[in-house]
């Protein structure tokens, strides 16, 4: 069973930095991606950034030279990091794989980012 795991998430002031991790298990395929979402109140859940099996990445414009979205393939871990948070920023930050036609998907966890 495919379990996906974030951490890092906390309240952190306007232009500080937070560092997400997405801890996998139960993977049984190599080649998979991985990317990071995000829903505020009231606002439909919006893809951050997302990485290929092979490193490539991809990000929306609005965290474009802000966010970026590695992985270790070793540890099956995948991570964002934030800098130069804006109070927009503030939501649930939730990570997906994908592979073999599946998506699998974390709980979350919290950002919040104040003026």
């Known amino acids: 069973q495919v379990q996906l795991v974030e951490s890092g998430g906390g309240l952190v002031q306007a232009g500080g930095s937070l560092r997400l991790s997405c801890a996998t298990s139960?993977?049984?395929?190599?080649?998979?991606?991985m990317g990071w979402y995000r829903q505020a109140p009231g606002k439909q859940r919006e893809s951050v950034a997302r990485?290929?099996?092979?490193?490539?990445?991809n990000y929306a414009d609005f965290v474009k030279g802000r966010f970026t979205i590695s992985r270790d393939n070793a540890k099956n871990t995948a991570y964002l990091q934030m800098n130069s948070l804006k109070p927009e920023d503030t939501a649930v930050y939730s990570c997906?794989?994908?592979?073999?036609?599946?998506?699998?998907w974390g709980q979350g966890t919290q950002v919040t980012v104040s003026s």
């Open positions: 997906s794989l994908q592979t073999g036609g599946n998506t699998y």
């Open positions: 139960g993977i049984i395929r190599s080649m998979y991606s």
């Open positions: 990485i290929s099996s092979g490193g490539y990445t």
